[in-house]
């Protein structure tokens, strides 16, 4: 019996649930572990979810109006994480089309992100001073129902991404100031090894580009791509990087470990950027979890995203206060190297913001008053005359060193 159909579990152990649904349905092991069968018998309609699931009225009212919001596609790896008689499992919430995708929120937004107005040629996102973000595709392997770019992703979405490449490479040529490339999308690892291989190559040449990077999620919706054949494609272009996404511990299974090994043998430093999610991840036992076994990964957790004020992702959406309490409850209960950076994207296209507990007090010119992850206060002396406050001013008392 397959572990999804004997109980979810809690993640802590890494399983395989190959062939699992398909084991009726001519998926052999060779046909299963080749990646473009995978993505040729992705789930992607009502008939091929019911012959499976037993759908809540949420869910089957989701997935008759997905068509004109985002895509219905699951590989069937992560099919197969998919339990047939829980609406509320974790995996299956970020997955199925559900009927609130639909509700309207006055915070929502089309693009929360601000990429849109810092797109200086078709594609390529220039927000911050040295970097970029690449939109190389709008496919991806699967689709999240939480994706901050569900207005161009899919191709079923309300916009249409036209990138025009070689448009773009001209622009980084004479940007010198760019030194750092972020290839998304869509996700760049569904192409070809050999498209793959030229668009490397071709950023590579550009002389002041020092470093690229990959955000993916395809060795966790599609493990079988991590061929060694990719491997040996990607480790010629180092130094290159690799951002994952995984947002709950079932995610990684055997298959991924093993994708993800692949990966690092092969020189490629990986991060792991969740998003913080209702009923998902949004509490510290299953985001403890999850930073561990990434780590017997060889994934270093590197943010957890508060999620993106997407239109008809606020069922999805926690408080920032959950955020908060996560990260409280990772630092100093466990190694640094596993918690990572809570951050929001600032609506609008501000970039990126750290959020963390509060663990300055009060800060001036003479000393800064700290607290460590027992609540205990400290103080350390300030040193210099300039300026700069991380704390409110406000009335101090010595006391605060002994409560």
């Not at 047939?84 to 937004?109: F, G, H, L």
């Not at 990434?294 to 590197?302: A, D, K, S, T």
Request: aromatic share 10%; proline share 6%; glycine share 8%.
């Amino acid at each position: 019996m397959n572990a999804f159909a004997s109980g979810n579990g809690d993640g802590k152990e890494f399983a395989s649930h190959a062939p699992g649904y398909w084991s009726s349905d001519g998926g052999t092991p060779e046909l299963w572990n080749d990646w473009k069968w995978q993505l040729k018998n992705r789930v992607t309609t009502l008939a091929q979810l019911e012959k499976h699931l037993t759908l809540n009225e949420e869910e089957r009212s989701g997935v008759l109006l997905s068509g004109d919001k985002l895509a219905l596609a699951i590989t069937p790896h992560f099919f197969n994480l998919v339990p047939p008689n829980n609406p509320e499992d974790p995996i299956r919430r970020q997955m199925i089309p559900r009927i609130e995708e639909t509700w309207t929120s006055p915070y929502d937004m089309a693009d929360p992100c601000g990429e849109d107005s810092h797109m200086p040629v078709p594609g390529l996102v220039h927000r911050y001073p040295d970097r970029v973000l690449f939109l190389v595709t709008d496919r991806c392997a699967s689709y999240c129902r939480y994706c901050t770019r569900s207005r161009v992703v899919s191709g079923v979405g309300e916009q249409e991404l036209h990138t025009n490449f070689e448009e773009a490479f001209r622009y980084l040529e004479k940007h010198t100031e760019v030194r750092d490339v972020l290839l998304s999308g869509g996700d760049a690892l569904i192409f070809s090894d050999d498209k793959i291989d030229k668009l490397l190559s071709r950023l590579r040449a550009i002389k002041h580009i020092e470093f690229l990077r990959i955000g993916t999620r395809v060795p966790i919706f599609l493990p079988q791509r991590i061929t060694p054949e990719l491997c040996a494609v990607l480790s010629k272009y180092h130094p290159l990087w690799m951002s994952v996404h995984v947002n709950h511990p079932r995610e990684l299974t055997i298959e991924v470990k093993e994708a993800l090994e692949r990966l690092a043998n092969a020189g490629i430093p990986l991060g792991n950027q969740s998003v913080l999610l209702a009923g998902v991840n949004d509490d510290l036992e299953t985001m403890k979890i999850l930073v561990h076994k990434l780590l017997i990964c060889r994934v270093r957790p590197y943010y957890i995203y508060q999620c993106d004020l997407i239109n008809g992702s606020s069922h999805l959406r926690t408080s920032v206060a959950k955020g908060i309490e996560i990260i409280e409850g990772l630092r100093g209960h466990t190694t640094g190297y596993a918690v990572p950076q809570f951050v929001i994207d600032a609506p609008g296209g501000g970039g990126k913001v750290p959020i963390n507990p509060g663990y300055i007090l009060y800060h001036d010119n003479e000393k800064i008053v700290i607290r460590n992850y027992e609540g205990k206060i400290f103080e350390y002396p300030e040193i210099g005359n300039e300026n700069v406050q991380f704390a409110p001013q406000r009335e101090y008392h010595d006391e605060y060193l002994y409560s």
